[in-house]
C-alpha cells in the first residue's frame, strides 16, 4: 500500500514538474523570436503602404457610385487622386460577393478606413488565435502561447500592414470549423462565403469540405454556402451591374502577376509558358486524391487541416507571402502540440531562421516559393513529436485529433 501511495506520489510530482518546465521551454522559444517580434512592431509603427488598401477601397467607391469597381482606368484616376505617384496599378481581383465587404470602407476617408481596418485586423487576428488554440486542445493555462505565436507571425504582419482581407478569410475559416463542432451546419455553410473572398488560396480546403459534406451528408454546408455566395454576388450586381466588369480581364491580370510557385516558374523558365502558373496546382490535386483516399474513412479536422491548409496555399495558382496569414490555424495547431511534447527550442529557431529567409526576398515570386518551406516546418514538428513521450490529451478534443 505505502508503495503505491510512493508511487502515485512520484507520478503527481512529475506531472507537476512537467507542468513548470513547460511553460520555461515555451518562454525559452518565445525568447529566440524576439527579433520577429521587433519586426512586427517595427511593421505596426510604420506608415502603411496605400497599394493594396487602396484597391479595396477604390472598388468600394466604383461599386457605389455606378462604375465599374474592376476597371483599371477609373481604379487608376481615384488611386492618383490619393496621392498614388508611382507608375505601377492596381485593381481589384476579388469576385463580386467581395463588394459588400469592402464597400462599405469607401463610405468613410481614405486614411480613417485605413486606420479602422488595420485595428480591425489585429482584433481579428487575436480573437481567432485564442479561439484557434482552444479548437485544436491547447490547455486556458498557456493559451498566452497563442498569442506569442501572432505576434511573431510576420504574414499576419503584412496583412494588417498591407490592408489586406485575409485577416477577414482567416475569421471565416476559424468561424467555420467552431460551426462545424458545435453541429452548426448552417452557421457553417455561411461562413464559406469569406474562404470565396480568395477562393483560389483555399481550393483543396474547399474541395475537402465539399467530399467530407458529401460523405456525411451534410447537405446544408455546401448548399448554405453557394447560396450565400450567389445571394452576394446577385445583390452587388442589382446595385450596380457594372459589377460584371469582373468577368473581363481580371483573370489575365492575375496571370500577368509573378507570384505564387507558380510565378516564379515562370520567371525561371519564361513568362510565355502560362501553363506553369497552374502546375503547382495540378500537382497540389494529385497529393489530395491521394490524401483524401488514404484518410477519408477516419477523417477527423482538428488532426487533417493544419497540413491541407499549406499544402493549398502554398500550390494555389497565385498567392503572395503576406496570404499566408490564412494559414495561422496550422501555426497554431503545430504550437499546441509542441505544448504537449517540448521541443521547443529546435522549432522555435527554425521558425524564426524560415521567416528571415522568406522576409528577405520581400514581395516578390521568390518570396511566394520560399513559403514552400512552411510545410518543412510542419514535417519538422511531426519528426520532433515522434521522438517526444506522448503528451497529455487535450481537453475538448477526441484523442483521434492528437496526431498531426
Known amino acids: 500500500m505505502q508503495s503505491d501511495v510512493d508511487n502515485s506520489s512520484a507520478a503527481a510530482a ?34 502603411m503602404p496605400m497599394q493594396d488598401f487602396m484597391t479595396y477601397w477604390s472598388a468600394g467607391r466604383l461599386f457605389l457610385t455606378g462604375g465599374n469597381p474592376y476597371s483599371m482606368s477609373a481604379t487608376v484616376a481615384i488611386d492618383r487622386s490619393l496621392g498614388w505617384a508611382h507608375e505601377q496599378q492596381f485593381v481589384m481581383l476579388n469576385p463580386p460577393w467581395s463588394l ?26 487575436a480573437v481567432c488565435s485564442l479561439v484557434l488554440w482552444r479548437y485544436f486542445g491547447g490547455s486556458r493555462r498557456l493559451q498566452w502561447i497563442a498569442i506569442v505565436v501572432l505576434a511573431t507571425f510576420l504574414p499576419a504582419a503584412a496583412a494588417e500592414h498591407y490592408g489586406q482581407i485575409t485577416p477577414l478569410i482567416l475569421a471565416g475559416i476559424t468561424g467555420f470549423f467552431m460551426a462545424l463542432r458545435s453541429g452548426r451546419y448552417r452557421i457553417a455553410g455561411a461562413c464559406l462565403l469569406l474562404f470565396a473572398l480568395k477562393p483560389h488560396l483555399l481550393y483543396l480546403v474547399l474541395l475537402a469540405i465539399l467530399l467530407w459534406s458529401v460523405q456525411q451528408r451534410r447537405w446544408s454546408i455546401p448548399i448554405v454556402g453557394a447560396l450565400a455566395a450567389a445571394g452576394a454576388a446577385l445583390a452587388s450586381i442589382a446595385y450596380n451591374p ?19 510557385a507558380g510565378g516564379f516558374l515562370r520567371t525561371l523558365f519564361g513568362r510565355q509558358h502560362v501553363w506553369l502558373q497552374s502546375l503547382p496546382s495540378l500537382l497540389g490535386l494529385l497529393w489530395f486524391g491521394w490524401y483524401w483516399l488514404r484518410h477519408r474513412r477516419a477523417w477527423v479536422w482538428e488532426q487533417r487541416l493544419p497540413l491541407l491548409l499549406l499544402v493549398s ?16 490555424p496550422a501555426i497554431v495547431a503545430l504550437a499546441v502540440h509542441l505544448s504537449r511534447t517540448g521541443r521547443w527550442a529546435v522549432a522555435a529557431l527554425f521558425y524564426l531562421l524560415l521567416q528571415m529567409f522568406i522576409g528577405s526576398y520581400g514581395v516578390s515570386s521568390k518570396a511566394s516559393a520560399a513559403s514552400l518551406l512552411w510545410i518543412v516546418l510542419y514535417g519538422l514538428v511531426r519528426t520532433l513529436r515522434a521522438r517526444s513521450p ?12 492528437v496526431a498531426l
Open 242 to 260: 457594372n459589377t460584371l466588369g469582373f468577368f473581363h480581364g481580371t483573370f489575365q491580370a492575375a496571370l500577368d502577376t509573378d507570384c505564387g
Open 313 to 328: 496555399i502554398v500550390t494555389s495558382p497565385y498567392f503572395w507571402w503576406h496570404d499566408f496569414t490564412i494559414g495561422l
Open 390 to 401: 506522448q503528451g497529455s490529451a487535450p481537453e475538448s478534443v477526441p484523442d483521434a485529433a
Open 14 to 47: 512529475a506531472q507537476s514538474d512537467r507542468k513548470r518546465v513547460l511553460p520555461m521551454d515555451a518562454i525559452v522559444a518565445s525568447a529566440l523570436c524576439i527579433p520577429l517580434l521587433i519586426e512586427r512592431a517595427v511593421l505596426l509603427a510604420s506608415p
Open 100 to 125: 459588400p465587404f469592402v464597400a462599405p470602407l469607401a463610405l468613410m476617408p481614405f486614411h480613417v478606413a485605413h486606420v479602422l481596418c488595420l485595428a480591425i485586423s489585429v482584433l481579428l487576428e
